[in-house]
């Protein structure tokens, strides 16, 4: 499903669908001042974006559900705007205060989202991105399904999308890795059925995601 979730589709679905008129043109915005500032980070958003959708498909979604978790999707980092370049791409390990830092920008994604309208549900997919299955997550350690289904799918697509980057600090692992990687963290990191989902689909159209290059910049 080459180019599934690109920015200029994920609006101008919203546009034909009208079910966030609230949130479409802060959403415009806000992809625009992401390609301005890092265009890195809008590679990154696109292809987890895409990854996304192609789980969720598979798994069955569709309509207006589909259409939050592409809005969530393709902002879900949008808080990294809000952390020091320094810190993102320090070539070194981090201190703890820099990783409290980085992992603000969950908290910070939703905020922004929030003030421009974008729609609660979306916010809060962003908000809780990087919550885990098993509860060791952030910020708000919510574990199993209390996470909303689209969050636990755009977690999958994150961490696949940041184990295979090349980053200032790491060498990214190849497709098959990371998919090994994923499989063994199911029910600790990441819905057991997310990535049965996840892993069903061809190595062929997950590598595909990573077609965009090398991305600096921490998942942490
Ligand atoms: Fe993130």
């Not at 001042?33 to 979604?61: N, Q, T, W």
């Not at 705007?81 to 390990?93: D, N, Q, S, T």
């Not at 997310?194 to 077609?211: I, K, N, P």
Request: glycine share 12%; proline share 5%.
């Amino acid at each position: 499903m080459p180019g599934i979730g690109r920015t200029s589709e994920v609006t101008g679905q919203a546009a034909d669908s009208g079910a966030l008129p609230g949130g479409r043109a802060a959403v415009i915005r806000l992809l625009a001042e992401v390609e301005c500032r890092d265009p890195e980070l809008k590679a990154h958003l696109d292809r987890v974006c895409g990854l996304s959708l192609l789980i969720a498909h598979r798994m069955g979604l569709g309509g207006d559900r589909l259409l939050r978790l592409r809005f969530a999707a393709i902002l879900h980092d949008v808080g990294k705007l809000l952390v020091p370049e320094g810190i993102l791409e320090k070539p070194a390990r981090l201190t703890l205060e820099e990783v409290r830092r980085v992992r603000r920008h969950a908290v910070h994604g939703e905020q922004i989202l929030k003030a421009g309208g974008v729609p609660l549900p979306v916010c809060r997919i962003v908000r809780w991105h990087h919550e885990r299955y098993n509860g060791k997550g952030y910020p708000d350690h919510l574990r199993g399904e209390e996470i909303p289904l689209d969050a636990r799918i755009l977690g999958v697509a994150d961490a696949y999308d940041a184990m295979t980057a090349v980053r200032p600090y790491h060498q990214g692992v190849n497709f098959r890795s990371a998919r090994r990687r994923i499989a063994e963290l199911a029910g600790r990191h990441f819905d057991p059925q997310v990535v049965d989902h996840f892993l069903s689909l061809s190595g062929a159209a997950s590598a595909s995601f990573r077609a965009g290059g090398a991305l600096p910049g921490r998942a942490c």
